[in-house]
T-cell receptor, first 111, second 113 residues
């Protein structure tokens, strides 16, 4: 079992749809959870950063962390064609544990 | 505020050669982490430097090495290049490293022929 698993995609949705992206993980030591967006030929861009369980909202993006289920989600409301990219979840533990990334989900938002 | 800078952006090398990549962090960031990204393996952690010391290391062979200078700029070196080293090499910087928000550079695309 991989340490972090992510819905493989690719995912295609119409413009304006609500998108749900999900990751599961196996290491209960993870405390910090992130979502990155990566456009083709670019480095990943930090979208959301959360610590421990709970929800965090930023504009059209909402991140949810459920540590009891080892499950994190990113919701995108009113999706736009400019949201078309690969979305990577990432997580790390305390005291110098390395960042671990999920394999990514490619999202296409169709006009 | 200037972002993370990586040079060169593109590089073509032949098997057996060595290569050095550079990463300049955001001002005030002391932690620099290096990652290898390939279609098959995704993003894999190479190592992290903080205050000129390697603090964490991933599962890569000794051909991959790095260093950090007093101004926090970091270099990554790959010796005896293999075809499988062809990848996008990304660096990410943050103020403290673990538990901190990481910001990525645009990457260096290395092709080994």
């Amino acid at each position: 079992q991989k340490e972090v698993e992510q819905d493989p995609g690719p995912l295609s949705v119409p413009e304006g749809a609500i998108v749900s992206l999900n990751c599961t993980y196996s290491n209960s030591a993870f405390q910090y959870f992130m979502w990155y967006r990566q456009y083709s030929r670019k480095g990943p861009e930090l979208l959301m950063y959360t610590y421990s369980s709970g929800n965090k909202e930023d504009g059209r993006f909402t991140a949810q962390v459920d540590k009891s289920s080892k499950y994190i989600s990113l919701f995108i409301r009113d999706s736009q064609p400019s949201d078309s990219a690969t979305y990577l979840c990432a997580m790390s533990g305390d005291y110098g544990q390395n960042f671990v990334f999920g394999p990514g989900t490619r999202l296409s938002v169709l006009p | 505020k200037a972002g993370v800078t990586q040079t060169p952006r593109y590089l073509i090398k032949t098997r057996g050669q060595q290569v050095t990549l550079s990463c300049s962090p955001i001002s005030g960031h002391r932690s620099v982490s290096w990652y290898q990204q390939t279609p098959g393996q995704g993003l894999q952690f190479l190592f992290e430097y903080f205050s000129e010391t390697q603090r964490n290391k991933g599962n890569f062979p000794g051909r991959f090495s790095g260093r950090q200078f007093s101004n926090s700029r970091s270099e990554m070196n790959v010796s005896t290049l293999e075809l499988g080293d062809s990848a996008l090499y990304l660096c990410a910087t943050s103020k403290q490293g673990w538990g901190d928000e990481q910001y990525f550079g645009p990457g260096t695309r290395l092709t080994v022929t």
